[in-house]
């Protein structure tokens, strides 16, 4: 199924949401880093691995640093969904 890239955004900042513990009900831009949303590294790779489940993707362990704003993940996910 093909997700377009507002949907992948949508799900992405859901699951972001879901792994905050301050300011929950901020609103989450594309260009927030993670860090800025409270997720220190443990929490970013929960991120990723929920992402991985969610959109059934893998994400390579050399890639997880390069993951550090909102939109690093929606390009990520849209770019493994789309070589699928």
Excluded: C, W, Y
């Excluded at 790779?45 to 893998?58: K, Q, R, T």
């Amino acid at each position: 199924m093909t997700m377009t890239v507002d949907q992948v955004s949508l799900d992405v900042v859901q699951l972001t949401r879901k792994l905050m513990t301050e300011d929950v009900d901020r609103e989450i831009n594309p260009d927030d880093a993670f860090v800025d949303l409270g997720l220190d590294s443990l929490k970013l790779v929960d991120l990723l691995a929920a992402a991985e489940a969610h959109f059934d993707i893998e994400v390579p362990d050399e890639e997880v640093g390069s993951f550090t704003k909102v939109q690093d993940l929606t390009d990520f996910v849209l770019a493994a969904r789309s070589s699928v």
